[in-house]
């Protein structure tokens, strides 16, 4: 039986483009689609004279077009400016590849949202951010939601591992409901700093477990 895919993905698939990690770079991002299981990682380096992406690369843990879709996002997104990079949409990395079985679509969307992702972050750690939405139990429960739970595959708030979260005076705690030597719970751990540590308005985050 034919493979649903078009010879462009399986190119991406069989050979992916600036697979890996930069380990200085300006800005990460990892994102995760509890639809199924699929991740991927962003990294950046970005020219802070021009904004211009001058290198980016992906990790993935995932289905043929979950890698071919990473693939074709970071070829699309080096050499552009961070802006440009914004306005790249699942529909162009779609056509890019030729096009993905409709059950696959979820999986440009998440290359995308990891991509924008990275930019954020980006904006967050040079105080780029134009509009400056104030960080509440709301907002950090919103970013939780972009935190995985490797066990099963689904963020961390819909597994309910998030006991508590508090905010004051710049300071974010947020009380895992899981023992701090769990296999995963320093990989939490850094993820949760990464996504709400270089906020405008917070000072320190502070990730504590259960024992």
């Known amino acids: 039986m034919p493979l649903p895919y078009s010879e462009i993905v399986m190119e991406h698939f069989r050979n992916p483009r600036n697979v890996g990690r930069i380990e200085d770079a300006d800005a990460k991002a990892i994102e995760g689609s509890p639809a199924c299981g699929d991740?991927?990682?962003v990294y950046l380096k970005v020219d802070p004279e021009?904004?211009?992406?001058?290198?980016?690369?992906?990790?993935?843990?995932?289905c043929a077009s979950n890698i071919a879709t990473g693939s074709i996002?970071?070829?699309?997104?080096?050499?552009k400016t961070l802006e440009e990079a914004k306005k790249i949409?699942?529909?162009?990395?779609s056509k890019a590849l030729g096009g993905l079985p409709p059950v696959k679509v979820h999986c440009s969307v998440l290359a995308v949202d990891g991509l924008r992702a990275a930019i954020q972050n980006y904006e967050e750690r040079h105080?780029?951010?134009?509009?400056?939405?104030?960080?509440?139990?709301?907002?950090?429960?919103?970013?939780?939601?972009?935190?995985?739970?490797p066990v099963v595959g689904l963020d961390i708030v819909r597994t309910?591992?998030?006991?508590?979260?508090?905010?004051q005076d710049g300071v974010?705690?947020?009380?895992?409901?899981?023992?701090?030597?769990?296999m995963f719970a320093s990989a939490m751990k850094e993820?949760?700093?990464?996504?709400?540590?270089?906020?405008?308005?917070?000072?320190?985050?502070?990730?504590?477990?259960?024992?």
């Open 172 to 182: 974010v705690r947020v009380v895992l409901d899981l023992p701090s030597d769990h």
């Open 127 to 149: 105080g780029l951010v134009k509009e400056r939405e104030p960080t509440t139990v709301e907002f950090v429960r919103k970013r939780l939601k972009h935190v995985m739970n």
């Open 89 to 93: 949409s699942w529909e162009e990395a």
């Open 39 to 41: 991740m991927v990682a």
């Open 191 to 211: 993820d949760i700093e990464e996504k709400l540590g270089h906020r405008w308005d917070v000072k320190q985050v502070i990730v504590e477990f259960t024992e």
């Open 50 to 62: 021009t904004q211009v992406i001058t290198d980016i690369k992906f990790e993935s843990y995932g």
């Open 160 to 167: 309910k591992l998030v006991k508590e979260i508090e905010v």
């Open 73 to 79: 996002i970071t070829e699309l997104a080096k050499g």
